[in-house]
């Protein structure tokens, strides 16, 4: 695995944070550091080089999307996917489980019922006359795509095979991602499939020079199995270790208890740790605080599109640096009358392209007249305002006043 | 008028050709030349400096779309629209009277009929029980919002005062946008009309130092209004002569006949000549031919954002610079499952952006899957696209090839 290597640092002295450097071919990565969602090969409104104004350090690519559109075999055609989509970053592509699993619940759920005790008793009993696009068995998972039919079978074989034709710096093994509201019964199967599945997936992957595998601790909301698949999956193999299926409904509290079992079984093992589908703000600062190394989530993206910008709250900043508090962040709605004739940038303390050159007026009325541009610039502020947010607590790691 | 001229380098000795040189405060502007739209203070999906890469010389604004939003006031308070919209070139707004006429049109169509001779008797009557929205009467034209029922007074006045609040280096005199199948008494009224209105313009616009003002020569579909309109709007003191009404519905014979009335009035004057919201390919090849100097138009833009980009036939190339000829000129629909292992670039001659950096197999996937940076490459291609034509029409007027 030469080159792949993940480093800690310096581990803080006041919570479990710690500063890392995870090195790949296509670049090193500071940890902790937030991984921008890209689907389908693309972050939503912005193009390659601006990935790289806005500081982007990583980019996440789902296996999923990108099996049914492109495919995966013109991605390796034209040389992977940072060529095919001039992607200069190191990239991540999950599993696909996570969406293949939400395919089964949506498929039930366009049966007609949103009745979560049907709902449980459905998922459990696999009845294919309500569920004609997914089947799940113990060896994968059989399903039809929602746009066009075509069938698909994802294995944890399949799942490495099309991870390696992307071509991606760090793969995802194939995991069942338990729904929310599943019984201790169908949670422990999941979690006991996505086990032997690991067990497959270390072994389909063996260019391990050129691509590094992280496993996914399952287990659903119950603490023993959320403790015993992070046992298990970090007693294997891997590059890296993943927390997954914490972010399918639950309370924030929820999704915090699932990730404090895992992480207090995992301790201090060396290997980088990622969290899976989460990071709102207040997420971001409790998981780097019991020591997750990055993150993805489509959220700072995806509120961008909806008009939603973050800034600081506190109007008069003395040391830039250290603007950390969660407190002292807001997020505006960019829509709101508000905004008409306010000719200030978004963000007092924002250098970024976006604050650097237009008002919230014009940015108001981008998003009223649904112009491209107002898109295109909300990303780029609410990337580079996460960027800078990462910084600044790898700062405070870096000085123990985190 | 120190802040402005226009002059006329050369004339072709094979057709009515011209190359000239329009000085506005923002820029140079090398004519032939073509006008790119943003209608509402931003070319779609383009930043700023993507107008700069692609080589846009001037920008169109439509003042209609932006009394509504964002709001003349907010934008003079701005600085005017170029500091507002971040946007280096030379703007062109109009005089919102296409649109608030479109907008009579429109409610009448509302009404419920499409029923061409109902709606001439209709417009013809100005029966205020079937169009609410539009009042036209000889001091201008009284309309609602048809977004939040706001009441707006369009007048000669009016149009120029916005247009000053606006900021733009050319401005364009209120006049009234004959629509399609309009009666000879219909387009002589309107032609009259627009003629009062161009004296008003001129009279309301004072600050000539910093705005140059175009008279719009219409008249409808015949001739000797056409000719009338064209002789009446030359002999009065406006910077440039624009040619109005000629894309409401017209087939391509009718409005090139249209233009040419006017054009053979005008003749030998000296002055920059507009051609509004006229530029398809074949069209530009046919306006520059008879003398048009500036041209604007949504189809490059609204084209590359339905996928539909320009590509040279030819395969092999031995000059670049005089590749002119239309029938090499192909329009291709990314969209088409033709494209989807595609990797090679748009335009094999194409140095743009896109070009240089993305397959068609990527944008094919990019559209197919609505990524908004889809749009955003497209848009910058075909504008390259078209820049380089007109680019290299200049190239074959200096050396009397066109």
Known sequence: MKNFSFKVLKKSKKSKARLGILKTPHGEIKTPAFVVVGTKGTVKSLAPEDLDEVGTQMIF???????LSPGVDIIEKAGGIHKFCRIKQPIITDSGGFQVFSLARRSFNEGGTGDLKRRVRFLQSEDKSIAPLVKITDDGVEFRSPVDGRKFFFTPEFSIEAQKKIGSDLMVAFDECTYYGAS??????????????????LKASEIKEKQGLYGVVQGGMFED???????FISSLPFFGLAIGGVSVGETKKEMREQVSWA??????????????????IDDVFDAVKIGIDTMDCVIPTRHARMGKLYKYEISNIKNQKYISKIKNIEEINIMKNLYKEDLNQIDKCCQCYTCCNFTRAYL??????????GYHLATIHNLFFFERLFENLRSLIENDQF
């Open 184 to 201: 201790y019964k169908y949670a422990k199967n999941a979690m006991e499939r996505t086990h032997k599945w690991a067990i497959r997936g």
């Open 364 to 373: 108001h009325h981008l998003f009223k007249q649904r112009e491209l541009l």
């Open 263 to 280: 992480m207090n079984v995992i301790g201090e093992d060396e290997r980088s740790r990622h969290l899976l589908g989460v990071g709102e």
């Open 61 to 67: 690519v789902n296996t999923y999307h990108t099996v």
């Open 225 to 231: 199995l959320r403790k015993e698949s992070a046992k």
